[in-house]
């Protein structure tokens, strides 16, 4: 106890009072007393000290301890009463405890008072911050149903925009759904006058009054010092909030009318059209506080909707509105965009002019959705449409598709070589700075494809068709942007007769497994194989990887090829054992398709099981992108395989989504360096350094690192230096069917590295 405690003390023998302070200070405690012996002077001290504690004897001349218990537990019903007397029996004792008493104690034993005055405190004081931890419990109970409130009737009003073409309507379904669903005790949407300057009440729901009306019906050129809520929004073009009417400092008028109508909180809101407050919407509420930073936003995001479609409705364009423009950017849709683009088309095409088409999308938009909230991915998106209305003044050759992505009709540069860098840069120049959305700063990548009129296509809806087209090809081949002239040619009827081939290849017994070595860089032991599957189909022969795996995938039978996979992988582990090669393991590719089935890991355990003697078995790579799935569950399959002796890979490093945090969670042995990194290692400092971080970020973490796509003793001598701990490649040798896999550590055996 550092300050000093406030004690009221009902007792008729100052020198006993002055032993009870004296026994307290000697227990190291400071207390300041307040001596009383009358119910009217006690009644006095607890108004006048505001004790911490009361003390009260039981029995005294000219006040009776019980009745001043009876007082406590009124006028101080917080404040711990402790009974100090040497007449108190124990049955005494109990009933003034049930009727309120915190302890008691006997004058005889006073070396127990100060450890009763302090569990006292304690209980006081954990009573205290038990309820305020209650009350705010109930408080944020209260703002999430109300925010939830207002977030549904911003749906609904939405609705309604979309639902209503007549302005009155409108106006009136907007405020009867915010008092209803808002919660709010009175709305009013309030016009301009631009002739008269003169703001009107246009429709209102909830509390009304002719004398509300009146006061809400103001004249913008009237020249008053003291503006009202609503002329403060046309005239700031921003929100007017006033939290708490009855401690107003700033002079409104009609103060005194809101609060005999019981208002406590008000916000008005402007409406705004290219910039300009054509008129506001003002928000009633009989409880103070209740217009913080979140709810503000939402109404925000009301009147922005609201505003939006007037500036159609005015012009009878509501039909226009609801089938051409996206509600979120105000853009046009890709309908309209269509259309525009056929009208420059058609007046281009006289002038012998050429037209560009860029069809962008913004990257991981999704992983923006599900980290920090859909609401945070829909202001991205609004934002990035707000800076192509500043850079394109002309705000028709803009468009949004939905699902992050967005068009631009422009015109063609001379040099059609230069043509694509030129369309990438107009798209990219808007995303030079961050955004910075609630806190968050986002910097999002895009991908962009391209397309010319008339080189390739002579209507509207075909070019922009092919603008989509170069921008699949682009994320497919993972090119920041692709014309459509460069796209490769998509799936033909000789593609599709050797998907269906593949479809029966695994019953044919068609696929065959080949490995590949990795051999520790250091001792030149090789430590282990990678299985790779080949197929060699009847009709066209061997089958590269790149063209039959992503069919498999794209139907689906990767599940049961892996599997066959990993049964094969088993059976010639055996085999190599039983020949008497020394322990070695194998690892397996695993797909996408297969990590996310519920029984990836008892399915794997199962097979893997008999693998061979110790120090064998079966380990398997995965791609970092396909963690992104389901990240929590990715990781609990990952560790339960770790567990059972299974090693994990993460295979081509540093070409996906992995992060500092993230390959700490993760349950991996491995990182293998992709080829395309090794391949540079040589002669791009940059790339050098890249893979040196891999390394060191390996060892950091505990694993160890495998480079892919070694091919020349340079390369190798590099990786050594940088202490990577095994290589693989055609310098140790091509992948080999399994019947030479002994051979292939014979000759290694003898191979210097």
């Known amino acids: ?107 005889s034993n006073l070396s127990r008072l100060p450890s009763a005055l302090q569990r006292a405190l304690r209980e006081v004081a954990l009573k205290a911050e038990k309820a305020r931890s209650e009350q705010q419990r109930c408080d944020q109970e209260m703002r999430l149903q109300r925010l939830t409130r207002i977030y549904r009737m911003l749906s609904s009003t939405s609705s309604a925009i979309l639902r209503l073409r007549n302005r009155i309507e409108l106006f009136d379904e907007v405020c009867r759904i915010a008092v209803q669903q808002g919660g709010y005790d009175r709305v009013v949407i309030s016009l301009v006058d631009a002739g008269e300057k003169i703001l009107r009440p246009h429709a209102w729901a909830g509390m009304d009054s002719a004398a509300l009306r009146a006061a809400e019906c103001v004249d913008l050129d009237s020249g008053a010092q003291a503006a009202g809520m609503a002329e403060q929004a046309i005239r700031s073009a921003s929100p007017s909030i006033h939290n708490d009417l009855a401690h107003e400092q700033q002079a409104l008028p009609q103060l005194e009318l809101l609060m005999a109508h019981g208002y406590r909180a008000i916000a008005a809101l402007p409406l705004l059209i290219d910039g300009t407050a054509i008129g506001a919407i003002s928000l009633f509420n009989n409880q103070p506080d209740v217009f913080d930073a979140a709810e503000v936003d939402v109404l925000r995001e009301l009147t922005a909707n609201l505003a939006f479609a007037l500036q159609y409705l005015e012009k009878d364009e509501a039909v226009h509105f609801l089938s051409y423009f996206d509600s979120l950017t105000g853009l046009a849709k890709r309908p309209l965009f269509c259309q525009r683009l056929a009208q420059l088309m058609g007046s281009g095409a006289a002038d012998g002019g050429a037209i560009s088409v860029v069809v962008f999308d913004v990257q991981k938009l999704g992983a923006i959705n599900d980290s920090l909230g859909r609401y945070v991915g829909d202001r991205l998106i609004e934002e990035i449409a707000a800076r192509l209305k500043e850079i394109y003044k002309e705000s028709e050759s803009a468009a949004y598709f939905g699902g992050g992505t967005f068009a631009l009709m422009l015109p063609s540069v001379d040099n059609p070589a230069d043509t694509g860098r030129f369309l990438q840069s107009a798209a990219a120049q808007v995303f030079v700075q961050p955004f910075v959305i609630d806190g968050h700063e986002v910097r999002p990548a895009i991908r962009s494809g391209v397309a010319f009129y008339p080189h390739d296509a002579d209507t509207a809806d075909a070019l922009v068709q092919r603008a989509e087209a170069a921008l699949k090809a682009a994320r497919e081949d993972n090119e920041k942007y692709m014309l459509y002239g460069l796209v490769t040619e998509r799936p033909t009827s000789r593609s599709w007769a050797l998907e269906a081939r593949l479809g029966g290849a695994l019953d044919r017994n068609e696929f065959r497994l080949h490995y590949q070595p990795k051999v520790d860089i250091g001792s030149g032991r090789i430590m282990g194989l990678e299985a790779l599957l080949r197929w060699h189909d009847a009709a066209d022969g061997l089958v590269p990887p790149a063209v039959f795996i992503p069919l498999l995938e794209r139907s689906g039978a990767i599940v049961d090829v892996g599997e066959w996979v990993l049964l094969q992988a088993v059976r010639d582990i055996r085999i190599w054992t039983a020949a008497g090669l020394s322990a070695f393991r194998v690892a397996v590719n695993v797909s996408p398709l297969q990590l996310r089935r519920r029984d990836f890991v008892e399915r794997l355990l199962a097979s893997a099981e008999p693998a061979g003697n110790r120090g064998c078995g079966v380990d398997i790579e995965i791609t970092e992108s396909m963690l992104m799935h389901d990240l929590e569950l990715s990781i609990r399959k990952l560790a339960r395989l770790r567990e059972a002796g299974i090693g994990v890979a993460i295979d081509d490093f540093g070409t996906g989504y992995s992060s500092l945090r993230l390959l700490a969670r993760l349950p991996v042995d491995t990182l293998k360096v992709d080829r395309s990194f090794v391949q540079g290692i040589a002669d791009t400092p940059n790339v050098m350094t890249l893979v040196s971080t891999v390394v060191s970020l390996a060892r950091a973490f505990g694993m160890k690192t495998v480079a892919e796509g070694v091919e020349t003793p340079e390369q190798l001598g590099i990786l050594r230096a940088m202490q990577c701990d095994q290589a693989q490649g055609y310098l140790f040798g091509r992948p080999t069917p399994a019947a030479e896999v002994p051979a292939a550590f014979a000759r290694l055996a003898g191979k210097s590295v």
């Open 1 to 107: 106890m550092t300050s000093t405690l406030q004690l009221v003390v009902v007792e008729d023998s100052a020198a006993d009072a002055e032993l009870l302070k004296r026994s307290l200070s000697k227990a190291g405690l400071d207390v300041a007393i307040r001596r009383v012996e009358t119910e009217t002077d006690f009644v006095r001290a607890l108004s006048e000290v505001k004790p911490d504690l009361i003390i009260s004897d039981f029995s005294l001349p000219m006040f009776d301890g019980l009745k001043a218990l009876e007082v406590a537990v009124v006028r101080a019903p917080d404040t711990p009463f402790i009974f100090v007397s040497g007449t108190i029996g124990e049955e005494r004792a109990i009933d003034a405890m049930r009727r309120g008493a915190t302890d008691y104690v006997l004058k």
